[in-house]
């Protein structure tokens, strides 16, 4: 007897549980849904050098120096149930690395960015 009371009452308490699980599972049609996220590069790009993953800080360039600059991105895919499509959503991964400048090719200066 004092069994079945036990287990009748903890049926009464999962129950809540459960269907809050349910109901929390099945998001509305038009909430965007992120699939993937990666980690990628920053690239670069100028006359000179062309595309390079990484900048320098100052308009004078010494190699050696430690002025040179690597940025990390991380990128997510997203659906768009509404639109039926497809985007990119883009967040700076803070902080850069920082490195002696290479003797070649010499990197564009770093854009001002408020990272």
Do not use: K
Not at 6 to 35: I, K, R, Y
Not at 49 to 58: E, L, Q
Not at 71 to 76: L, R
């Amino acid at each position: 007897m004092r069994r079945a009371a036990l287990l009748g009452s903890l049926g009464v308490l999962l129950a809540p549980a459960l269907s809050a699980v349910s109901v929390l599972a099945v998001l509305p049609p038009e909430v965007p849904v992120v699939t993937n996220c990666w980690l990628q590069p920053r690239y670069f790009w100028s006359f000179t050098s062309g595309t390079v993953d990484y900048c320098r800080g100052h308009l004078a360039y010494t190699p050696g120096a430690f002025d040179c600059y690597r940025y990390g991105e991380q990128v997510c895919s997203i659906w768009l149930p509404v639109e039926l499509s497809w985007t990119e959503s883009r967040q700076p991964v803070i902080p850069p690395i920082i490195f002696p400048c290479p003797d070649a090719p010499q990197p564009p200066v770093c854009p001002r960015t408020g990272w």
